[in-house]
Nanobody, 125 residues
Framework: QVQLVESGGALVQAGGSLRLSCAASGRTASGYTMGWFRQGPGQEREFVAAISRSGGSTSYTDSVKGRFTISRDNAKNTVYLQMNSLKPEDTAVYYC??????????????????WGQGTQVTVSS
């Protein structure tokens, strides 16, 4: 089992920045691909970003490319999501996920085995 705890969500004005953190614990947490999803009000949960076990490969959904950066510190079993130039449409609960076995499936929720409880990000206009 792997446990994930997100932090860093807050209320921020449009154009501002936030950094989300996700601390992983449990069985070989540093050995997994990690990712971020989000679910806005009245919307389905969607893929945001993913990072490979080594950190050498990353992927982003188009709407956040150039604004968000995913990174990881395997020594701390932590993955980060740096979010810059935030927009009101980025408002959502952000979820950390891990346990992906097939990199090509990173955009599919069901491909991830473990999920955190989420952290709220609200961007005001």
């Amino acid at each position: 089992q792997v446990q994930l705890v997100e932090s860093g969500g807050a209320l921020v004005q449009a154009g501002g920045s936030l950094r989300l953190s996700c601390a992983a614990s449990g069985r070989t947490a540093s050995g997994y691909t990690m990712g971020w999803f989000r679910q806005g009000p009245g919307q389905e949960r969607e893929f945001v970003a993913a990072i490979s076990r080594s950190g050498g490969s990353t992927s982003y959904t188009d709407s956040v490319k150039g604004r968000f950066t995913i990174s990881r510190d395997n020594a701390k079993n932590t993955v980060y999501l740096q979010m810059n130039s935030l927009k009101p449409e980025d408002t959502a609960v952000y979820y950390c996920a891990t346990g992906l076995s097939n990199w090509g499936q990173y955009a599919r929720q069901r491909a991830w085995d473990y999920w955190g409880q989420g952290t709220q990000v609200t961007v005001s206009s």
